[in-house]
């Protein structure tokens, strides 16, 4: 991946996995624990602050990702809770740019001085929405969705309603040809690899894309309350609703993540070159663009990291990766609270969640 994949631009503004089921996964080992964090856009880095950890290291291959991390970090440091929100581009704000020149610039690494100082247009749009993947999403909740499903519908989805409303809703009302044709084809493997994600993203991706996602989709807009998820919320409006913000940006979070958030320790690099050992690791979908032989190398070297009772979790998209066979004899699989854990996740394309733990 990291020789085919382009890591000089914001690939996810956002970061697209539910921070409050890996919270729950992480939670038994990570409390006053050392955690390793694949970064991101530092969401769920951000997150993990609220299960008291002695430390995260937070790691990624792209240097962009690592600069919207600390900008997140300096943003918690400096501002209100209501002007972190206007300045990240939930809610509107017209002083981006001059908050980020007067005070929080200073605070940055060079590198990522640097990086925000070329790119102050996506500061002034707010830094949630600049990245690749989120330019999709709202490419398809603007311009693709009102042509197969009405205002009124779209005000009905993210209305609240019990399990059965929402299957009848869904059957009766949402589920028809134009909705499913529209939605495989705007997220095909062709698709989603030029306009969302990455072509090599998809490389180890057998079977098709569209239709897998529609399932999950289908899956999560009938069994799992629309209401409150910010993600749904995000894809069909452009923008998160202030009720129902993701987990690292909710009222209650602030003074906590505030108070410490000099425990992130921002790191551009591998997952497998840090040094120390780890108590609890969030690997996000690294596996997912790995081939077999890549992704049991990379297992076993975190493997060698890891305390024991420490416990991964990560997440399968569209490739199917669980602990090697070699190593079931020195994790243990937590496939019960895994499984309980994905029927509620938010963030609903993944097809699998995963939980082990060292034994």
């Not at 020789?3 to 919270?23: M, T």
């Not at 694949?38 to 951000?46: Q, R, V, Y």
């Not at 996506?122 to 999403?137: C, S, T, V």
């Not at 490419?139 to 009124?152: D, H, Y």
């Given at each position: 991946?990291?020789?085919?994949?382009?890591?000089?631009?914001?690939?996810?503004?956002?970061?697209?996995?539910?921070?409050?089921?890996?919270?729950?996964?992480?939670?038994?080992?990570?409390?006053n624990?050392r955690?390793?964090s694949?970064?991101?856009?530092?969401?769920?880095?951000?997150s993990?602050?609220?299960?008291?950890?002695s430390?995260?290291?937070?790691?990624?291959?792209?240097?962009?990702?690592?600069?919207?991390?600390?900008?997140?970090?300096?943003?918690?440091?400096?501002l209100?809770?209501?002007d972190l929100?206007?300045?990240?581009?939930?809610?509107?704000?017209?002083?981006?740019?001059?908050?980020?020149?007067?005070?929080?610039?200073?605070?940055?690494?060079?590198?990522?001085?640097?990086?925000?100082?070329?790119n102050?247009?996506?500061?002034?749009?707010?830094?949630?929405?600049?990245?690749?993947?989120?330019?999709?999403?709202r490419?398809?909740?603007?311009?693709?969705?009102?042509?197969?499903?009405?205002?009124?519908k779209i005000?009905?989805?993210?209305?609240?309603?019990?399990?059965?409303?929402?299957?009848?809703?869904?059957?009766?009302?949402w589920?028809?040809?134009?909705?499913?044709?529209?939605?495989?084809?705007?997220?095909?493997?062709?698709?989603?690899g030029?306009?969302?994600?990455?072509?090599?993203?998809?490389?180890?991706?057998?079977?098709?894309?569209?239709?897998?996602?529609l399932?999950?989709?289908?899956?999560?807009?009938?069994?799992?309350?629309?209401?409150?998820?910010?993600?749904?919320?995000?894809?069909?409006?452009?923008?998160?609703?202030?009720?129902?913000?993701?987990?690292?940006?909710?009222?209650?979070?602030?003074?906590?993540?505030?108070?410490?958030?000099?425990?992130?320790?921002?790191?551009?690099?591998?997952?497998?070159?840090?040094?120390?050992?780890?108590?609890?690791?969030?690997?996000?979908?690294?596996?997912?663009?790995?081939?077999?032989?890549?992704?049991?190398?990379?297992?076993?070297?975190?493997?060698?990291?890891a305390?024991?009772?420490?416990?991964?979790?990560?997440?399968?998209?569209?490739?199917?990766?669980?602990?090697?066979?070699?190593?079931?004899?020195?994790?243990?699989?937590?496939?019960?609270?895994?499984?309980?854990?994905h029927?509620?996740?938010?963030?609903?394309?993944?097809?699998?969640?995963?939980?082990?733990?060292?034994?």
């Open positions: 991946m990291t020789k085919k994949s382009k890591f000089n631009f914001i690939r996810y503004a956002s970061v697209w996995e539910d921070p409050e089921i890996l919270c729950e996964a992480l939670a038994p080992s990570a409390r624990g955690i390793l694949i970064a991101s856009a530092g969401d769920n880095a951000l993990l602050l609220t299960l008291n950890p430390e995260i290291v937070a790691v990624d291959f792209s240097a962009p990702q690592i600069a919207c991390l600390e900008l997140r970090m300096a943003a918690f440091k400096k209100s809770y209501l929100c206007k300045f990240l581009g939930v809610e509107k704000s017209e002083k981006r740019r001059e908050t980020y020149c007067d005070q929080l610039r200073k605070i940055l690494t060079k590198k990522a001085q640097g990086f925000w100082d070329n102050l247009s996506l500061i002034q749009e707010g830094i949630i929405h600049g990245g690749k993947f989120e330019r999709y999403l490419l398809f909740g603007k311009w693709i969705l009102p042509f197969v499903q009405s205002c009124s005000d009905e989805l993210l209305r609240k309603k019990s399990l059965t409303e929402r299957i009848e809703f869904y059957e009766e009302k589920d028809h040809w134009r909705w499913r044709l529209l939605f495989k084809i705007f997220f095909s493997r062709f698709m989603m030029r306009a969302g994600r990455d072509p090599s993203f998809f490389n180890h991706v057998e079977g098709t894309v569209g239709e897998r996602i399932a999950r989709s289908k899956y999560a807009l009938t069994q799992c309350p629309t209401h409150q998820n910010p993600f749904l919320h995000y894809i069909l409006r452009g923008n998160y609703a202030t009720s129902h913000l993701p987990h690292y940006l909710r009222p209650e979070h602030y003074e906590t993540i505030r108070a410490r958030i000099d425990r992130i320790k921002p790191v551009e690099g591998s997952a497998t070159e840090i040094e120390g050992k780890f108590d609890a690791f969030n690997l996000s979908d690294i596996f997912e663009y790995m081939s077999e032989e890549e992704f049991k190398s990379c297992y076993e070297k975190l493997l060698t990291q305390n024991p009772n420490a416990r991964m979790a990560y997440w399968n998209m569209l490739v199917p990766r669980s602990c090697p066979k070699d190593f079931l004899t020195r994790v243990s699989p937590q496939k019960d609270q895994a499984d309980s854990l029927k509620v996740d938010q963030a609903w394309f993944y097809q699998k969640f995963v939980i082990e733990q060292v034994q």
